[in-house]
């Protein structure tokens, strides 16, 4: 048989232009395709994971090295998916490097710079590694931490991925990076009758005996047989918190009964990814427009390929999505369901596990790499049956779907499906309508309030348009009533941050019994810290930034790089002692609700209160079981949620948002107010929503008060065709960083200059932005507005073109170009 000499491209994870191509050992000739991951060596000594993308027989024009190894018998990313990075990276302006890194869980991307850490949960059993394995791990136990070129030096050889590969799957050791996350499994406490209970006589004594002298741990035990069918066996358990909450228990009792000898606690590991109980419920009965709205979209979707459901806040829209899910699921096909929040996916998750168990997988940033990998593979492998619906926010887009036939992005408006830095700068929501089509899969978009763009997209008819303008049940929209700034100062009312008529409104609602939030978009204690004498204000060493005031570390703190200091006692400019807090965040407020009601129990729910993985579902948790009586919360409270007994919704600074310079920030008010509005009121009776603004006549206001969202997207789609901006115009922002002011300057300019030749006035700029100076970099926007029309591919290749030939001038050599296409 002949030997064919073959070259693979490869995908490295780094923000190279182009791909690589290695040589395939002919031992390899018949194992190398695309898609699965091989060993590279890239400089001297540096060995990195890469994907191959094509496999040929094309000679390439430098000498090429061999692929040092292979690490997949099938491959981890499929033909849909590399479709998806090619499109993403050209229309991004990325490299395929920046795609992959973004796309891949870091555990699927070993090099030789990875450190390697023992699990300490590792029982120590030896019996199943083999001689390799046994001396890296042997290693590990006698030194902390190994790199992968350490590895190569105690196995005395150049590959040693293959090795590590497998430690990491029998869990002998951990990457760094999943260190940080550090792993446990997740163990789940059982209760089962001991062996003693199950003598009928020995059970007759406990309940005589508990009847007497404890008659609420006799309702427990009785709820326990309730719970496990009647049946007097040890064999049957009971979820140890699932009984204490069905008796309104706590441990406490659980343990007198196991000290009774009644219960035996069994500990359990019941995985990594929650698993969802089988599904108990069909989908729901629809109202009549709940109905309607269901066979629209079908109807659609007979012609066009996307669906919008603008349906108020509490119409039911989940509803309808779960009744679409079952007919995809009934056909044999994949669900894709994006949220902008991974706080959503708490409740959401909740709810659609009732209808679909175990088929509901859940993924996002939050889980560590090893639980993302152990996703990644079950939705590859659609053998077992799991994860026909993936749950996620915007990264679940990268996931190997073989058969998607449902996207539904849930709250579509949510600028938090725009990524930001690193690149690719992506939008989750646009990567799910690209991803669709790709697979030929339908899409739903759903908000209560579209964004202009997709609006005006379903108004042209590129989209099908579906309204919901009822909520379910008959209940009434919330009414909305607006607090004066400006006269409670005048008149000297102000109860420290809140008007006298919030504040009478929040003790109603407490007396009622009823829930409050409280929506501040500023998280912090106060966001200046102000000598009275000379208005001196601490700033941010590295950033043109004021520095936030965080009471519960007693810290100034940089919101834009983390720089933070102990706030002086006098001030540094002139000495005064006399120095105030300005302002107010979640912080503040957090602390005057608890002085202003000191029988209410107040929570926090921002960046600071939610950095764990878990900390979104225990407060979202102890608000929907009543343990909260006032939430205090950013933007993360008007994202979708579904709580029974929310009376009152306080909107503490709605002119914050208003006079944001930003061209969205009339509809991101108008979506903000709205949304958190929407959280009042849902169930049983017509909410309250109470507004404080300096301004109650503007215009904005007054349509959240309407509840006009048609009034808002006609004023909105005026001022945007006027002034060239989406959804006419494309637009694309170049931010020029440099360390040095003047070249950052010089650089814009020379840029500019450019690139105003070849495109004439869709070039605007350059502009200092809002804020100027972050870590150390000084920035420079630059904005280009493309027309619908006009070939966007044609001027990002000139865009491109500018910016090498800067970056190739000696002045200009160390200067980043960031460009943000469809920036938010």
């Not at 064999?235 to 706590?250: H, M, P, S, T, W």
């Not at 939705?379 to 887009?397: I, M, T």
């Amino acid at each position: 048989m002949e030997r064919r000499t073959l070259f693979a491209d490869v995908i490295l994870p780094l923000a190279l232009p182009k791909m690589l191509t290695y040589r395939v050992p002919f031992e390899l000739n018949d194992y190398v395709i695309p898609g699965v991951r091989v060993i590279v060596q890239l400089g001297k000594a540096k060995l990195y994971t890469a994907i191959v993308r094509n496999v040929h027989e094309n000679l390439p024009e430098y000498p090429a090295k061999f692929l040092e190894g292979i690490l997949d018998e099938t491959p981890v990313v499929n033909s849909f998916q590399f479709s998806l990075w090619d499109w993403m990276a050209g229309y991004y302006m990325c490299t395929l490097g920046e795609v992959m890194n973004a796309a891949l869980p870091s555990s699927l991307k070993l090099a030789s710079e990875t450190k390697l850490v023992l699990n300490e949960d590792w029982d120590r059993n030896d019996s199943t590694l083999s001689d390799k394995e046994f001396l890296v791990a042997q290693a590990l136990q006698l030194q902390e931490v190994l790199t992968l070129k350490e590895v190569s030096e105690i196995l005395d050889q150049k590959t040693v991925m293959p090795v590590v590969k497998k430690l990491i799957e029998k869990r002998v050791l951990f990457t760094e990076e999943d260190l940080l996350q550090r792993y446990k499994p997740r163990v789940e406490e059982f209760l089962r009758l001991t062996p003693e209970m199950c003598d009928d006589d020995r059970l007759q004594e406990m309940f005589d005996t508990l009847e007497k002298r404890a008659p609420k741990q006799l309702e427990m035990l009785m709820a326990f047989f309730h719970h496990t069918g009647n049946v007097l066996s040890s064999d049957r358990e009971i979820g140890k918190v699932v009984l204490q909450k069905a008796v309104g228990a706590q441990s406490s009792m659980t343990q007198k009964l196991v000290e009774r000898g009644v219960f035996d606690i069994i500990e359990k590991e019941i995985g990594r990814i929650e698993q969802y109980d089988a599904a108990d419920l069909g989908p729901a009965a629809l109202s009549e427009s709940q109905n309607d709205a269901l066979q629209a979209i079908r109807q659609i979707w007979q012609e066009k390929d996307v669906a919008l459901l603008h349906g108020v806040t509490g119409s039911g829209k989940t509803e309808v999505y779960i009744h679409l899910i079952q007919e995809v699921l009934d056909a044999g096909g994949q669900v894709l369901y994006l949220l902008p929040e991974i706080a959503l996916t708490t409740q959401i998750i909740n709810r659609l596990s009732k209808y679909f168990g175990p088929r509901i997988g859940v993924y996002h940033s939050r889980f560590n790499q090893n639980e993302r990998v152990e996703i990644w593979n079950q939705v590859q492998d659609r053998s077992s049956g799991r994860f026909d619906v993936v749950l996620g926010a915007r990264s679940a887009v990268f996931l190997p779907f073989s058969k998607l036939q449902l996207v539904i992005v849930d709250e579509e408006h949510e600028s938090s499906f725009k990524q930001y830095d690193p690149a690719p700068r992506y939008n989750g929501r646009d990567m799910g309508l690209v991803l669709a089509r790709m697979h030929r899969a339908k899409v739903l978009l759903g908000s209560a309030t579209p964004s202009v763009e997709s609006y005006w997209n379903a108004k042209e008819g590129h989209y099908g348009l579906v309204e919901l303008h009822k909520r379910y049940g008959g209940i009434r929209m919330p009414e909305i009533q607006c607090a004066d700034i400006r006269h409670e100062l005048k008149h000297k009312t102000m109860k420290g941050n809140f008007t006298s008529f919030l504040a009478t409104k929040i003790e109603n609602a407490l007396e009622a019994g009823e829930q409050i939030i409280l929506f501040q978009n500023r998280r912090g204690y106060a966001p200046l810290w102000r000598c009275n004498m000379c208005t001196y204000i601490p700033e941010c060493k590295r950033c043109d930034v004021n520095l936030t005031y965080h009471k519960h570390s007693h810290q100034l703190k940089c919101h834009y790089c983390g720089f933070s200091q102990n706030p002086p006692t006098t001030c540094p400019a002139c000495g005064s002692s006399d120095i105030k807090m300005v302002g107010f965040g979640t912080e503040k407020i957090e602390e005057e609700m608890e002085i202003l009601f000191p029988k209410a129990v107040v929570r926090r729910m921002d960046l600071d209160t939610t950095r764990s993985k878990h900390a979104y579902q225990r407060i979202i948790s102890d608000f929907e079981v009543g343990e909260i009586d006032i939430l205090v919360g950013t933007q993360m409270v008007t994202k979708g949620l579904d709580f029974d007994n929310v009376g009152l919704v306080g909107i503490l600074n709605a002119d914050q948002m208003i006079n944001f310079p930003d061209f969205r920030s009339m509809e991101r008010s108008f979506q903000l107010m709205t949304q958190v509005a929407g959280r009042a009121g849902r169930r049983n009776k017509r909410g309250l929503v109470v507004i404080q603004t300096y301004t109650p006549d503007h215009w904005v206001i007054q349509r959240v008060m309407e509840n006009d969202y048609t009034g808002l997207f006609e004023q909105e789609n005026l001022e945007r065709r006027n002034f060239w901006y989406p959804p006419y115009y494309r637009l694309i922002r170049i931010t020029l960083k440099h360390k040095d002011r003047h070249l950052a300057d010089a650089g814009a300019i020379e840029l500019i200059t450019a690139l105003k030749s070849k495109l004439g006035e869709r070039v605007m700029g350059p502009e200092v932005p809002y804020v100027s100076r972050i870590n150390n970099w000084h920035l420079r926007n630059i904005m280009i507005k493309v027309e619908r029309d006009a070939s966007a591919k044609a001027v990002k290749g000139i865009l491109q073109q500018q910016i090498d030939l800067l970056s190739a001038q000696p002045d200009f050599k160390s200067m980043r170009a960031v460009v943000d296409v469809d920036p938010m």
